[in-house]
């Protein structure tokens, strides 16, 4: 046995105390509550009662006082007689804070923000960063440091590493954070601080592609796990990808369509009357991104049925309402995902000197041109599934695909509603447009 000045207590990550001798053997359950409780009131002394609730919160022994007495002498014994003080009603522990690592922790963050310097705020703050090994109170079973303490130091870690990071980035290239960034934002995805850093690291190299795609991926995250959309911080960096050279987004209140006018023969067929029930289904899970695929032969309407009903829903789609041909059954060859995505591109504003060379780039940057915006397209004339799946945006859109063929696998992998034509009846006059 030594004495309390010969102790270090880590709960930064695993539980660890070692004394002049090695590692003090502290066993787990209630003796390692019963510690760490007065390890995060050092300097002060702990009623029994609060010693009582953190040890025993649900069945407490018929004897408290009796027992944590019992815990405390066995304790001194591990750690020195001079650990613990005993006061009427109370017990503290006699350590000096900087032998406990969350208060040595502490100590350097509060030396960071009073440095006034730079260079030496982000040092302290690295300084308290490598004290951290995992996730604290690893090895400590007990619901009091779970709900209540646990949370509050990830907080302050949470901090601490932001605020490292704006340091670091201010002062070397940001592209050099963007690794540790993507492990974060995996790590803790519902992090929307930590999204905005990775988004405007992502600009501030010049991957305005993969920036975007960030966002779009940040606000699935968000919409999805919280409920909600992402914050201020968060929109206007993406605000500020999206205005970079000359990328504007059209204003909320004008929309831009560009579907093809109806024709106004246009008489009531079967089928659109299950269109009709599809509406239903998109406006109770607007949220959702909505596929369509009416499929059917040559020549029996689908273009005519898919302008119609687009019109019919497209005041839901007040941001972007595109039509693209897409040329899968023609004279000539099927247009190219990377083609039909610099089209979409120029159609939601984006110049064409700002459109990146590579299919997956524009597929990125679609989505994130696209990401907040409740748009509608129309995609005419698919050949398959593969040529359609690059075109898709995020959430709050409405997707209608016309196609010769039945686009099973936009149906089983990316959750596509089919509607099939059927030959008209002899009653039924429609007008077709473009043959399709």
């Not at 510690?35 to 408290?64: C, D, F, H, N, Y």
């Not at 503290?92 to 502490?106: C, E, G």
């Not at 409920?227 to 204003?251: I, K, S, W």
């Amino acid at each position: 046995m030594g004495t309390a000045a010969d102790i270090r207590f880590q709960v930064l990550g695993p539980w660890e105390v070692t004394g002049a001798r090695g590692p003090v053997p502290i066993p787990a359950g209630r003796m390692r509550v019963l510690l760490a409780s007065l390890m995060m009131s050092i300097g002060r002394a702990v009623p029994i009662k609060t010693l009582a609730e953190r040890v025993w919160p649900e069945q407490r022994p018929s004897r408290v006082p009796a027992t944590l007495h019992t815990y405390v002498a066995r304790l001194r014994r591990l750690l020195g007689q001079d650990a613990i003080q005993t006061t009427p009603g109370h017990y503290q522990l006699a350590v000096a804070p900087h032998r406990i690592d969350l208060w040595l922790f502490r100590d350097l963050l509060r030396r960071a923000s009073a440095a006034g310097e730079a260079h030496l705020e982000l040092d302290l703050l690295r300084q308290a960063q490598a004290l951290w090994r995992g996730q604290p109170f690893t090895g400590v079973d007990s619901t009091w440091l779970d709900h209540e303490v646990s949370p509050l130091m990830m907080d302050e870690w949470f901090d601490a590493t932001e605020r490292r990071i704006d340091l670091e980035m201010r002062s070397n290239n940001p592209g050099d954070r963007i690794g540790e960034l993507r492990e974060l934002v995996t790590a803790y995805p519902a992090r929307e601080s930590l999204w905005v850093r990775l988004v405007a690291a992502l600009h501030r190299s010049g991957r305005r592609a993969e920036a975007l795609d960030a966002y779009q991926q940040a606000r699935d995250v968000l919409t999805a796990e919280l409920g909600r959309e992402p914050g201020d911080a968060l929109r206007r960096t993406h605000r500020r990808v999206l205005l970079d050279g000359g990328t504007a987004q059209p204003a909320r209140g004008t929309p831009v369509c560009h579907l093809p006018r109806e024709l106004t023969t246009f008489r009531d067929r079967a089928e659109l009357a299950q269109l009709r029930r599809l509406t239903a289904t998109i406006e109770r899970n607007e949220r959702l991104t909505h596929i369509v695929a009416i499929e059917g032969p040559q020549g029996i309407g689908k273009t005519t049925l898919a302008v119609h009903w687009a019109r019919q829903v497209a005041a839901a789609y007040p941001d972007l309402r595109m039509h693209l041909d897409l040329r899968g059954y023609g004279p000539g060859e099927p247009m190219t995902a990377s083609a039909a995505l610099e089209a979409l591109l120029r159609g939601a504003g984006v110049p064409t000197d700002l459109i990146p060379p590579g299919a997956d780039e524009r597929a990125a940057m679609l989505r994130g041109t696209l990401a907040g915006r409740r748009v509608l397209l129309l995609l005419d004339n698919a050949r398959d599934a593969n040529q359609v799946r690059p075109l898709l945006p995020g959430a709050d859109s409405l997707v209608v695909v016309t196609s010769r063929t039945r686009l099973r696998g936009l149906s089983i992998r990316d959750g596509a509603r089919q509607v099939t034509l059927g030959p008209l009846p002899p009653h039924e006059a429609l007008a077709p447009v473009g043959g399709r």
